[in-house]
T-cell receptor
């Protein structure tokens, strides 16, 4: 157990509504990541953070924003959810580049 | 653009045989490469890391090779067991901390 908690674990929302997923860690790790996983595409990096207020885009960042105001929390926001954002979202953490990465249990989001 | 390919979506083998999974990449110079196991409905679990200056890494029944000239990594599970059945993901990492994944290969080990 790497001390990662994702919330909510399951959510159904309507198109056009804002959604925020939360990733909370208790280990004080520097790096945090948000991925989405879809059949046929595998895990794709949305955004990542290398410290408080330090974030960068991944390969599929359009439609998503993130914030990290404190070490333990990394928030992923869908400003206006679309059906194409129906997916499983995984948060991950690591102490540094090249170190072991720990994943959360996932958040299942359905946009109807 | 950067591309990672795991050469087969599914691999079926008999118990006791060696499973070999392949990860190829293009337009990328990773600092390291990692392999993960993912079971249905769960997050990926880290297995092994190999750095760009290393040729081979072993951990119990697992072996990973890394050829930066061929831009390829091979992942071997020797004496495979039904409990090894899962999806295996390779991931390439940079010194900035960015990590990108392949689509995964689903391994089925039959008794």
């Amino acid at each position: 157990d790497a001390g990662i908690t994702q919330s909510p674990r399951h959510k159904v929302t309507e198109t056009g509504t804002p959604v925020t997923l939360r990733c909370h860690q208790t280990e004080n790790h520097r790096y945090m990541y948000w991925y989405r996983q879809d059949p046929g595409h595998g895990l794709r990096l949305i955004h990542y953070s290398y410290g408080v207020k330090d974030t960068d885009k991944g390969e599929v960042s359009d439609g998503y924003s993130v914030s990290r105001s404190k070490t333990e929390d990394f928030l992923l926001t869908l400003e206006s959810a679309t059906s194409s954002q129906t997916s499983v979202y995984f948060c991950a953490i690591t102490t540094g580049s090249g170190n072991t990465i720990y994943f959360g249990e996932g958040s299942w989001l359905t946009v109807v | 653009s950067q591309k990672i390919e795991q050469n087969s979506e599914a691999l079926n083998i008999q118990e006791g045989k060696t499973a070999t999974l392949t990860c190829n990449y293009t337009n990328y110079s990773p600092a390291y490469l990692q392999w993960y196991r993912q079971d249905p409905g769960r997050g990926p679990v880290f297995l092994l890391l190999i750095r760009e200056n290393e040729k081979e890494k072993r951990k119990e029944r697992l072996k990973v090779t890394f050829d930066t000239t061929l831009k390829q990594s091979l992942f071997h599970i020797t004496a495979s067991q039904p409990a090894d059945s899962a999806t295996y993901l390779c991931a390439l990492g940079s010194n900035t901390g960015k990590l990108i994944f392949g689509q995964g290969t689903t391994l089925q080990v039959k008794p």
